[in-house]
């Protein structure tokens, strides 16, 4: 470790070849111990870092140590924002849990980077249903919920089948705790139309095999109709209009 350091800190000082350093500390596997040569880097110039890689320096890390990286560099940057994600991705895909440490810093993460979230990410729309999936995380399924549909504009694409995934378990898993908001949203009119609209080619009928009836109808049929019936025709025409 001390001549590795000795030598990090001779490239670091020379100014002619200081622009390796990140890639040879990102090809470390024990790069993550030197990842102050690489916030002084970025102190220099910001380009220094425009190939930085961390899943070979943060593989022999335990979640806690890749969690300070991350936090690292998204301080320095919000551009670091993807290149957190893919690591996180990265290191959790497949059969193993997310842990509870990482999974209060996603959902950190969804919390505050979600202007520069695309929820159609297959990376983003996998840890995100990996969580869902994993425990019952209410208060995580209304933040989902809500961040998506804050989103919406006339050009959002809703023919995601990524996107579509997130609903059917938001829908499947969590319908008492998102239909009080969903049900609001399917009511909107004048600024708020756009979210019925948006919702209705989400999770309303469409010609696959997989969700004919609708996403929505995977959820609890009894209280969809009965919240129907119990708020004026409004109510009754949206649902209507979400059945084949």
Known sequence: DCRLENIYKEIYSNEKIRNILTFIISSNINGYKYFYYLEKLYSFDPNYLIDLKLDVALSNCTDEERILAYRLFLNLD???LNLTINSIFHFNY???NISLELKEFLEGIFQHYNEFIDYSEFN???LINKILKQ???YDFAILIYRNIVSKFNWEFNTYSHDLKSIF?????KYFKSIWPILSDDLLGIEENYIKYYKLKDLIGF???FQHSNGI???GDIEAIFK?????GDLAKERIISFIP
Not at 168 to 172: A, H, T
Not at 227 to 231: F, K, R
């Open 227 to 231: 919240w129907a019936s119990e708020n």
């Open 206 to 208: 469409e010609m696959s």
């Open 124 to 126: 983003i729309v996998y």
């Open 78 to 80: 919000d551009k670091f």
């Open 168 to 172: 059917n378990v938001l829908i499947s």
């Open 94 to 96: 497949g059969d193993n």
């Open 216 to 218: 929505l109808f995977h």
């Open 135 to 137: 425990e019952n995380n």
